[in-house]
Structure formats: structure tokens, C-alpha cells
């Protein structure tokens, strides 16, 4: 009797441990699964697809290679991309004359710390799956046809330590969550058509301004600090004084001028009737 319960309790005992092991196993394969994530041959041919590659710049980009983008660990035979460890780890198409769009297919580059897309004709909004990139740490869109709003989805990028966005079309506040970025050190979204307060988040630091005026200026309808007040809109004195003397002087200029043309033409009328009046006396 009691061996049996013994045996019973330790099979209970065993089915508890496995139990445990498979669920350990789960997690374990599950966070491999994560850590592999992506697919380079995707966000590459992706990408392809919805650049204008409008100067040839990208003529080593053929489909086979796209598909493995990795030559070795560090190499790539594709013009623009890096590796590290057989994933990409860098896109640099800076000044390629591409068209175009940036393909949501960017999302699949799980790896890439390094995007520069700069000095561009690349249109569209911000590509939302860029948030899915958490190791990136340089993005670089700066002088492009972007427009819409800065994506929140960027606060998901943790590691980001230089965002530049300058010179493009975009529009509405800037996301606060990008003030959370703990390592973000070069932020500039100038010459834009950004709106709204400036996150105190991006513009105060605990030792003084985080960024200054050279990040947020060309902004017309941005405010806050650090950008200086906007300019008040009432005409000053000078200029009230000026625009009355300038119409005052116009109107003056004016009837003076319909007073001559007035007295021109009785004068002429005058003669001419001092003309026939002459004719009938002597008649
Ligand atoms: C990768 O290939 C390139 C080009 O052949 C070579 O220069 C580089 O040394 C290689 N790197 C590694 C880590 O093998
Ligand atoms: C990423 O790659 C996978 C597998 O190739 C594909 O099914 C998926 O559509 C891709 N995602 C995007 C956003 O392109
Ligand atoms: C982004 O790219 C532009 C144009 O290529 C360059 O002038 C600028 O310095 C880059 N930004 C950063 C922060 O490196
Ligand atoms: C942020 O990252 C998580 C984890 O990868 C992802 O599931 C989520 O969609 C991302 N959020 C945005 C807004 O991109
Ligand atoms: C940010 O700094 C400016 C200048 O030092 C200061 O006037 C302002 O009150 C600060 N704002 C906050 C919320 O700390
Ligand atoms: C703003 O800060 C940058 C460095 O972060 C510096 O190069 C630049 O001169 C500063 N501009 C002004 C107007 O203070």
C-alpha cells in the first residue's frame, strides 16, 4: 500500500516536472524566435520596389542578391547596405537621387541601427514600421518630400541617439514620447510645418536647454521654449504713421490731379464758347 502511494507520488512529482521543462522550453524557443525576428530579404526587395532609382544608383540591387543581402558576416555586395553578424545592420542611400516612397516593408530589417535616406526626393509619410526597429539608433530623413506627422511609433526605438528630420513637409506636434528617448543627442526637425507647443521634455534638460533654437526653428506655427516669442502682429507706431502719410499724400495727389484735368477742360470749353461768341459779334 504504501509503495504504491510512493509510486504514485513521485509519477505525480515527474508529470509536474515535465510540465514545467515544456513550458520552460516555450519560453526559451519563443524569445529565440523573437531575437531572430525579421526578414532582410523582405524589407530589402520591399524597399526595391518603391524607390525611384531615378540616376542608376542602385544597379547592383538585383533580386537574387536582395533576397541575401549578406556576401559574408560584415559585407554586402549591394550598394548602401552593411552587416554585422549576417544581418543588415546599416541602409545609407544618402543623395542617390531616389524617388519614390519608403516601403513598410522597412519593418522586416530588424537589425539596422543605422538608416540615411538624406538628401532625397522621397515623398510620403514617416514609415510607421520604423517603431518595429528597436535597435535603431541613427535615423537620418533629413532634406526629403515628407509629409504628415512625426510617428509616435518612433518612441519605440529606444536606442535612437540621432533623429534628423529637417527640411521636409511635416506636419502637427511633435510626439513628447521622443523627449523620453534617454539617448537621443542630435534632434533636428527645423524647416518644417510642424505645429503646437514644443515638448518641454526636448527643450529643458535638469543642467540647462536640451536642444536649442537650431532644432526647432523654420517652424512658423511651432512655439515654446527654446524657440523665441512669435513677433506681435500690431502694426507699430512707425508703420500706422507711414501708411497715413502714404495715403494722405496719395489722395492729395489724386484730387489735385482732378482739379487740374477740371480746369483744363472749362478752359478749353471757355475758349472754345469765347471762340464762337467772338464769331457772332463780328458776324
Ligand atoms: C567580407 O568580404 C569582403 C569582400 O570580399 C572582404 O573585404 C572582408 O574582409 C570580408 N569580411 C569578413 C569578416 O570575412
Ligand atoms: C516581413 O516578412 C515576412 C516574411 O517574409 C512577410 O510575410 C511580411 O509580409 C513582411 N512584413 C512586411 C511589413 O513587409
Ligand atoms: C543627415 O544628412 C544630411 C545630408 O546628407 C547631413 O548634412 C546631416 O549632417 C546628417 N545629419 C546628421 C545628424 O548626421
Ligand atoms: C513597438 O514595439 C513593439 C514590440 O516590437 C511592437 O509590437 C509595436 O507594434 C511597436 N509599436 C509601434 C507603435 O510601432
Ligand atoms: C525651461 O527653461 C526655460 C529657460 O531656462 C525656463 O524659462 C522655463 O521655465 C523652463 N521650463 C520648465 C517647465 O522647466
Ligand atoms: C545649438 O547646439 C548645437 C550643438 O548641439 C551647436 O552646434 C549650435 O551652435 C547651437 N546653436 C545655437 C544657436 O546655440
Known sequence: MAHVLGGWRSWRWFSCRKIVEVIIILVFVDCGCAQKG??????????NEDLQDTQGSLASWNSKDLLSPCFNQSWSTLTGITCNENRVYSIQLSSKGLGGIISSAISNCSFVSLVDFSDNNLKGEIQLGLGNLLLLSTLNLSLNGFSGAIPDALTNCTYLNVLDLHKNGLTGPIPVGLGYLQRLRVFDVSDNDLSGPIPI???????????????FMGNKKLYGYPLPPPRQHNLSVVGIVGIGLGSGMLSLILS???????????????????????QLTTD
Do not use: H, M, Y
Not at 525579421?38 to 524597399?47: N, R
Open 256 to 278: 489735385f490731379t482732378a482739379v487740374c484735368i477740371w480746369l483744363r477742360v472749362s478752359e478749353q470749353r471757355l475758349a472754345a464758347e469765347e471762340g464762337k461768341i467772338s
Open 38 to 47: 525579421g526578414d532582410d530579404g523582405a524589407c530589402l526587395t520591399g524597399l
Open 201 to 215: 521634455s526636448l527643450a529643458n534638460s535638469s543642467t540647462g536647454p536640451r536642444f536649442n533654437t537650431t532644432s
